[in-house]
């Protein structure tokens, strides 16, 4: 049973006509408290993965939980669905256990908070915030076991409870998960931090309502819901055809030595109903590479995607999400059946996106961005240092952002909305080690009209005796490049002994042990390049090589010589007419490969890493995801 709202009050709101200037005004109210509840985490959490890195996500919903203004959201319906209390005011309520909330978050790590809204005993509106904890306990520090078979080994999983219930804080019950926690005092503070966030929307929400009133302040939001949806209707009508797209990507391994695993999708418009379908995605793994994908998390993806490739203007919220159907087989890597372990969902979040752009451009190839999403690499390092104190680092690095329709792609960055990377001088200050290293590789990025972005070295020279865990993709597989461009270069992890001796590192592994002195280089991945490379301006070549992102070498791949620090022009185009008449018509994907069994062994020629072996499925994980049942769809409209 859905949760039930306890209210002083039950009169309902009336919806009026609201003008589009105070539409706007109340638009940018809430805007302006949605960045406030960040500033207020940010000012008061101590873990460098919230606090530095911004691994948050908050929302202001409407009545019954459609986001109206935030980052990542369309997780209140999927929380109010899995809990079966009631809601009351002064209620905040806490969870991290996925399989409660179908999906609503998606490994234990994220403690997902939510709050009604309350003035004069009715609700008016939720906030809502989810953060990544750094400790969470289970088996490795971090508490992302890459060889979890179960969530019970991936730390503590809280259903949906009342961690403050009628404005008191439930002290014993906080008390028990903050000790099944490595690093209690700082899940404590970003714990209070997310609570200060959730209140500071509320007190925002309560001020628009009483200086607007309340029946404007409900139906503006309506409107702002309704004015997206209308916008998203046309994008679709525009930009998804009839006729059925299909995509697939792979996550290269489960960290367990098999792999890959693919992630399957089509893609189809009838009327304006927009389809995804993941049937033939792999069954689950027996490992922690699954992803429960909350249906409504996944139109949000898809919305976000469509709106920054087709038309940022649109301001993006949860009122389109009537218009998208999505279909996961239950069994899949996508939809795994509890207990499946989820910690190291990363990989094939990540790929989502890659998926995602694939489809989303065949039908309009002008608007196509190459692959370079591809993953969060994931860096752990702990120990207790010389003074017998415990340390603990978890950070998320950047690889390659790929080429796009009208542009190169930014080099070692971020494809995840308002992150930044950890400060060099925040890591040597508070953790035992030293950034011997930090540049973008040099021709990691795929050529193209528009390169791919480089992807990002970073050399960690370990001061104390401690232990690593590493987390990353695209290793096997390659960020591929569209309409010309060429595939971006893969990642590698070489972890350089005191003595010099070099070993190279599988992408997903944990318990490794470091002693002072020793040297981890971790290379991530290039995006992919758009475009046809023998279209780029020569001269965008040469400042790309004398800005030392490419090579001399490497501009060959552009069919541009460079002699003497300048453009050879006759022998530029010579070089180009040549290539061009090698390679034939442009391809609209290049993968890199043509089969797997190809791919594996070029990777092990390449890198000296064995291939992963072939998937083992259990046979009733095979049987359930071969199950493709149309879901129902559930009306969300606005009461």
Known sequence: MPAKIIQRSNKPFRKVKVDTVTIDIIESALRNARYEMDTVL????????????????????????????????SFIWGFMQGYDGTVEEGDIFLTNDPYSVNGAISHANDWLMLMPIYKKGQIIAWSAMFGHMTDVGGKVPGSLPTDARTIYEEGV????????KGGQLQEDLLRVVLHNCRLPTWNYSDFNAIVAALRTAGNRCVEIAERFGDDIFYSAMDAMLERNKRAM?????????????????????????????KIACSMWREGDLCIFDFAGTDPQSISSINFLLNEEMFKMFAGVYMIMVFDPQILFNDGFYDLMEVRIPKGTLLKPIKPAALSCRTHALGRIFDVLGGLLGQGNPAFMCAAGFSDSPHFMYSGYNKQGEWYQLYQITFGGIPGKPFGDGPDGHSLWPSFTNVP???????FPLRIDIYETIIDSGGAGKFRGGNGLRIGYRFLEDGEISIHDDRWLTYPWGVN?????????????RADGSEELMPSKIDHVKVSAGDLLIADTWGG?????????????????????????????????????????AGATQA???KMAAKRGKVPLFDRGFTDMEELKARCKAETGLDAPAAPQFTTWAKARAGKADKAPRKSRKVA
């Open 424 to 430: 060099n001088e925040f890591l040597e200050s508070y």
């Open 528 to 568: 992919g390049g758009c475009g046809d490379p023998l279209e780029r301006d020569p001269a965008q070549v040469l400042f790309d090589v004398e800005a030392g992102l490419v090579s001399v070498g490497g501009a060959l791949r552009y069919g541009v010589v460079i002699t003497n620090g300048a453009v050879d």
């Open 157 to 164: 999983v809280v259903p949906p409870v009342k961690i403050v």
């Open 42 to 73: 940010f000012r008061t959490a101590m873990s460098p993965g919230i606090r530095e890195q911004h691994d948050e996500f908050p929302m202001i919903a409407n009545l019954e939980g459609k986001m109206v203004v935030g980052q990542f959201g």
């Open 484 to 496: 010309g461009g060429e595939p971006g270069k893969r990642s590698t992890k070489t972890l350089v």
């Open 575 to 577: 070089l180009r007419k």
């Open 233 to 261: 209707r046309e994008l679709i009508r525009r930009t998804v055809p009839e006729t059925k797209q299909y995509f697939e990507d792979y996550v290269c391994d489960d960290g367990m030595g098999m792999g890959p695993y």
